[in-house]
């Protein structure tokens, strides 16, 4: 009985030190009346914090109403990539807000989409998030003020488990992403796409950030 205890805490040692940072399995002891079992439990929950974020980067209400003097509008047809409900007369409509510094990249700007009586009115509470193209830093994006941050910081916000492109690195959950371009191993700029598909992959990052 003791040689058996003895090799399945070896076999367990063994698995856990072999286990990679992104596909840690919890490994669970049971002991019951006749001997000591091996059980393995289910992977450790998603990142709550990424799915939060993915969910609701900002509040775009709040944060237009902060910012209704500094801000230009368009409309377009959106894009081929981006979510687009099945909503009739309906358009896309950018926000592109100042900020007090605007780097070479241009100005910060939020797509939304816009259905129904409010479509073009900019109170409007019923738009839909579609994207966000940041390059400055803006503190009234709250948690979505990321310029500047560094690898290590999104890390510890985020978690390990992004996907490696050329230029930085991208988080996502089902149909959301967060393309986050690095320089120095700080970020320089971000996207936040809310997706028409969940299979996100280089391809489609690099038709989104080209």
Known sequence: MKIRVLTILFLVFF??????????????????????KMEKAENPTENSKLISFLENPI??????????????????NGLKYQYHPAINDSIFYGYNFITDSIGPKGINEIVVFKYGEN???????????????????DSDLGKANLIGHSKAELESEFGIDYLTFEKGIAYSNKNKVLIL??????VNSYRYVKLNTEKIDNDLIGQIIK
């Open 59 to 76: 509040d775009l209400q709040k944060f237009k109403s902060m910012n209704n003097g500094n801000v230009t509008t368009s409309v377009n």
């Open 181 to 186: 371009e690095l320089d120095k191993s700080k």
């Open 15 to 36: 698995s856990c030190k072999n286990a990679t940072k992104k596909e840690t399995e919890q490994i669970q002891i049971v002991v019951d009346s006749t001997e000591l």
């Open 119 to 137: 479509k073009h009115r900019f109170e409007d509470e019923t738009e839909i998030l579609i994207e966000m193209r940041i390059f400055n830093k």
